[in-house]
Every structure is written in C-alpha cells, then in structure tokens.
C-alpha cells in the first residue's frame, strides 16, 4: 500500500534530521548542488538534495519532494500564505493537537514538523555548530537538525495538509440512534487518574495523562449490556468483562491490568437485535477506523487498536448494525 503524501513528507524530513549530511545553514538553505536517493517505508524512492537546509526550507521540500503543491512557499513569513493557497493545506489554531506531518509554524521566526501526536514529538532544524546561521556542511553537533520533544516556541497555528491521500481522523460512519441508552466510558490512565465517566461524542482518556490502563463501559438502561475485553503487551487478550461498571474494582469493574491498554472489543447485547456497539480509538496518532461489536469486514478487524501502541482515547455508541 502507498503511503499518504504527509505520511511520506513525514518521513523525508525523519531522514533530513536525522542524516548528518544534513546541517544548518541560511546560505545554502536548498543544499549544495548535489542529489541522492532515499527509500521510504513502502519501498518507494525519492530524490532529494544534498547538504543543508534551514528551518522553513527543510520542511517546504519534505512536503515537494514527496510530490505536493506549496504553492510557491519559500520562508516562514509565506508558507502559510501559499501552502494554505494551493488548497492542499488549511490552517489551524493551537487548541488543534497536531498530528504526524503537521506543520507547526511561527510566521516570522521559526517552523517544525510533528513526526508524534503522542508524546508530540517536533522534527526540525535549529542553528549551526557554531550558533549562528551558517557552519560546515552537515551536522556537526547532532542538534543542528533533530528529534525533540514538543515545547511552545511560540506557535502561530498549525498548517494541515488536507490534499488527496491526507491520513486524517476516520469519522465514524453514523450517530447515536434515537430512543437506545447511552455507552458510558470511564478510563484510569498510566499515571493513576481516574477520569470522569463520558458519553458519545465525548471521548475516554486524555493524552496529558498517558495511555489508559483501565477502562469500565456500562448501558444507561440495565435491560442492555456492553462486555468488554483488553489487550495488554503482558498477557495478550484479557478475559471479557460483563457491564464492567466500577474503574474502583481492578478485577472486576473495568477491564486492563499492570500496562497499558493495546486493543479493545466491545459486543452489545440488547432487546433489539438490529443495534451494535460502534467504537473507536486513538493510540496518539488520530483515531483508527471504527468498528462495529466484533465485526471482521473490509475496515473492521474485529477489535479496535493495532495492539503495539497504548490506546489513549476511546469513544463509543449505540447504532444500527
């Protein structure tokens, strides 16, 4: 399967900073002449130039090099401008969590990729080896262009490339029906925070406070039930949890154990058999597709999560099959 074109520009600019063939340099921010060639993860190949970049030209040529539009953009003071121009790309405030190969951009000073929504990780290029706008060809320092942990520059907004192919959040594919009871979701997190019980379109878990460990899943109406069952890297799938309903009872009120939570099934059994549970969640880098009770189908493996990464949100409702 192709990867999307923020997938590969994400990827690009991973090689950018992380090759220390590339340095920071405002002189010759577009590389040095030369060319090579870098394979992505889907076996695909790309050209791009040699030698250094700087803030705002690394990241205008991950994103052109993986084959989109920047309408021209050539610094800071214009990517949002002509990114935003092409229609490629739209524009986003800061209460938006960023997702791999967005954009974050401060129009006059400063701009970087986010390679992690969760923890939010920043790819970019800071400063010559000796401080100033130019040095040496390539990374002499290892911090000329790195990986590094999110910190508010501060941050103007966010550009989102929205074009063809973009990965974005998988909405799910109907509404809570009228006249059924409401899921209620309550999750602990790794750091012991007992959350608040919520209902769709609201979500369980919240990133600040790490992956959810537990999680308890109940009706409003006792005449329907929601089992539930957890996947955790030390013991693989759990066993399943009847209404598990009291994130204070670890053994039998909400399903997880000592890590956190991988991969989720839900079934809902009810008076109507025309209704299924729809659930869906985050593992930090946007929300997988959505799945329906235990479905396997085309989109639908039969339990939410890739079962690798923490799940960090999960929302959950009652609709037709």
């Known amino acids: 399967m192709s ?3 923020n997938e590969r520009a994400a990827q690009i600019m991973e090689h950018l900073v992380s090759c220390n063939r590339h340095g920071y340099s405002q002189y010759s921010r577009n590389g040095d002449g030369g060319s090579e060639m870098i394979t992505l993860s889907d076996g695909s190949n790309v050209t791009i130039a040699t030698g250094d970049r700087d803030c705002s030209s690394a990241v205008i040529d991950a994103y052109r090099s993986a084959g989109v539009d920047v309408g021209g953009a050539t610094y800071t003071g214009n990517m949002r401008s002509c990114m935003c121009g092409t229609g490629n790309f739209e524009w986003m405030p800061m209460s938006y969590t960023a997702q791999r190969g967005d954009i974050y951009l401060n129009e006059v000073n400063h701009t970087a990729m986010c390679t992690s929504a969760v923890p939010d990780m920043l790819a970019e290029f800071s400063i010559s080896e000796n401080g100033t706008i130019d040095g040496v060809e390539g990374d002499q320092t290892g911090y000329e262009s790195h990986i590094g942990t999110y910190y508010d520059f501060p941050w103007n907004g966010i550009l989102r490339y929205i074009g063809e192919g973009a990965s974005s959040e998988p909405s799910f594919g109907g509404s809570q029906s009228s006249g ?6 309550q999750a602990r997190t790794t750091d012991g925070t007992v959350l608040p019980a919520t209902s769709y379109p609201d979500f369980a878990g919240w990133k600040a406070n790490g992956p959810i460990q537990f999680l308890s899943a109940w009706c409003t109406d006792s005449a329907w039930r929601i089992d539930v069952q957890a996947y955790t890297a030390a013991d693989g799938w759990l ?16 399903v997880g154990n000592s890590g956190p939570i ?8 009810s008076p109507n058999a025309d209704y299924a549970v729809h659930y869906q969640v985050n593992c930090g880098n946007g929300y997988y597709p959505e799945q329906t009770d235990t479905d396997v189908k085309v989109g639908m493996d039969g339990y939410a999560g890739d079962l690798s990464n923490p799940i960090y949100e999960v929302k959950a409702y009652i609709g037709g099959l």
């Open 262 to 269: 991988l991969g989720l099934k839900m079934y809902l059994y």
């Open 239 to 254: 066993p399943w949890l009847i209404n598990p309903s009291n994130i204070n009872d670890l053994d039998n009120g909400a």
């Open 180 to 185: 059924v009871p409401a899921i209620m979701l």
């Open 3 to 5: 990867l999307s074109p």
